[in-house]
């Protein structure tokens, strides 16, 4: 059995190592200029084995986007060995520091990559889920109420727009950042468990 798994693992090792290539490729360059024949000769491999791989230039385009959402996801994996405060930090530092090393990757998903297909727009909002579940984990909280949702839910796209503008303007520090970032989350949080508290006194009120 040893022999088919190293084999497999060789398969998965350089699917991704084309991924990280075409995703480097696509921030540094219109996609329409790129062409698999371009893709095969910066990865030093035959057109064929990438069509081994993906069945064209449009399913190799979405699943870089995954792979680099998935790595994104990786990154800024909380440690529960610290308090929820110090996790939140920790997951928005992973997140600049991500941003900082591939700002155009960055750039092009959030900004153009639906555009190209809508597939993408599906990761996107698979991620979003992703990244609700981890902050409801967080919380202790397995069903959030309607206001509570749509607060962490502005919160994250909150995220993706400063992002994007400290992409376009830099001058922000990134601990500056974080901290705005830490402190809208935290009244966002306070405004939201407050709603959801007096919702739920409410409905005890009226026998609800």
């Known amino acids: 059995m040893a022999a088919p798994r190293r084999v497999r693992l060789q398969i998965d090792e350089r699917r991704t190592q084309l991924l990280r290539l075409g995703i480097e490729m696509f921030a540094s360059r219109p996609y ?6 371009d893709i095969a000769e910066a990865a030093g491999v035959s057109k064929g ?21 998935l790595h ?12 929820p405060s110090a996790r939140l930090r920790a997951a928005i ?3 600049l520091d991500y941003i ?5 990757v960055y750039q092009m998903i959030y900004s153009g990559g639906i555009s190209v297909a809508p597939e993408v727009g599906i990761i996107l909002e698979e991620h979003r889920a992703f990244v609700m579940d981890r902050l409801l ?3 202790g909280i397995a069903r959030p109420r309607p206001t ?3 607060a962490l839910r502005a919160w994250i796209r909150m995220v993706e727009g ?19 970032l830490v402190v809208a989350y935290a009244a966002l949080l306070d405004k939201a468990l407050d709603k959801n508290v007096s919702e739920k006194r409410r409905r005890s009120a009226s026998g609800g």
């Open 100 to 104: 900082r090393e591939h700002r155009a």
């Open 162 to 180: 400063t992002s994007l503008d400290w992409i376009a303007r830099p001058e922000l520090q990134q601990k500056d950042l974080r901290e705005l």
């Open 32 to 37: 329409e200029e790129i062409s698999i024949d």
């Open 93 to 95: 530092d992973a997140h």
């Open 72 to 83: 994104l996801r990786q990154l800024t994996e909380p440690d529960p060995l610290l308090p």
């Open 148 to 150: 509570l949702r749509v």
């Open 49 to 69: 084995l990438l069509y081994h791989y993906f069945s064209g230039k449009r399913e190799f385009y979405v699943e870089a986007i995954r792979a680099s959402s």
């Open 137 to 139: 984990k967080n919380l």
